[in-house]
């Protein structure tokens, strides 16, 4: 069956194609004997409309892309269920690309949000990726994008994130009241400015709070790093008494190495993560985790892309303040 359009409609029912296409967007001018006619043969043809030719005669789009490195972390998992509630309640659609981490797709994805005229972009950037000079560049065609979670460390752009060095000091804090005197503090890629800025803020509470903890600061950018990085670890003869996680995949690696070795929390070793607050829930006892909530921070990424759209020019910086949830593992 040929598609049907504007002139198909048109041709059976003897009307112009701006007759047609009024009376579906109940145009005042169009008598309602005539809507109600041509949308009757709309709905009996299953006619849609071609959103992609709206866009290029309008330059308006009602769909906005997301750019983030995979859909199987849970963080992204819960931002992506809140932003598509966010985007249909005023009437977006939302096209979800992934980067596998690799900044050559990410400029391929795109690529592709520019020629389908998305209306706004959201990325969360690849840790390798440090030229953010592309993205920027999408201001002069009047597309905003808008940073979450992974941001860059150019300051003038907007950004949407956890406060990175907060959620880290919190759980510094709270592995110094639990007195942990050695500490295997696992972080993300270095590269990255939420590597760098939880660090900071992890090392600062330390330093100020208890210059006498040790801290052995390693880095693992998957969740087999972390494995191995946890087994070596805990081989050795100056086993630390705790071990702080910077994200899930992190968390995750650690609690396979922990398990299979035999280890019990809180006895055997204390543990503590950053997380969306997902895969704390598995294990028994709960781990305790400082929360970074995919979906507060889909809200706000939203709301502050609906500013853009409208017109809002300057950049900003906004920030989810993190709270800590206790669990049983310390």
Known sequence: MSEVTLKKLSDMLNLSIS?????????????????LKVKELAQVLDYEPNTYAINLRTNISKEFGVILPAISNDFYQSFITSMETEARQYGYSLIIMQSGDDPIIELENL??????????????????????????????????????????????????????????????????????????????????????????????????????TVLDICHANSTKEAIELVKQVLKTDEKPDAIFCMSDEILI???????????????????????????????HPQITYVETSGLKLAKMAFSRMLACVAGSSYVQELKIEPILVEGGSL
């Open 19 to 35: 007759t047609v296409s009024r009376a579906l967007k109940n145009h005042p001018d169009i008598s309602e004997s005539t809507r």
């Open 111 to 212: 690529k592709r949000c520019k020629q389908n005229r998305m209306a706004g972009i959201f990325v969360s950037i690849s840790s390798k990726t440090t030229d953010i000079t592309n993205f920027l560049k999408l201001d002069d065609q009047h597309i905003p994008v808008i940073f979450f979670d992974k941001v860059p460390a150019f300051e003038a752009c907007n950004k949407v994130c956890v406060d990175d060095s907060v959620a880290a000091s919190l759980a510094a804090e709270a592995l110094i009241l639990k007195k942990k005197t050695r500490i295997l503090s696992i972080f993300g890629n270095s590269q990255m400015s939420i590597t760098q800025k939880r660090l900071t803020g992890f090392k600062n509470t330390f330093t100020k709070y208890r210059t006498d």
């Open 253 to 283: 690696g650690a609690m396979k190495t922990i398990q299979l070795l035999g280890l019990h929390l809180p006895n055997d070793i204390g543990i503590i993560a950053i997380s969306d607050g997902f895969i704390p829930t598995f294990y």
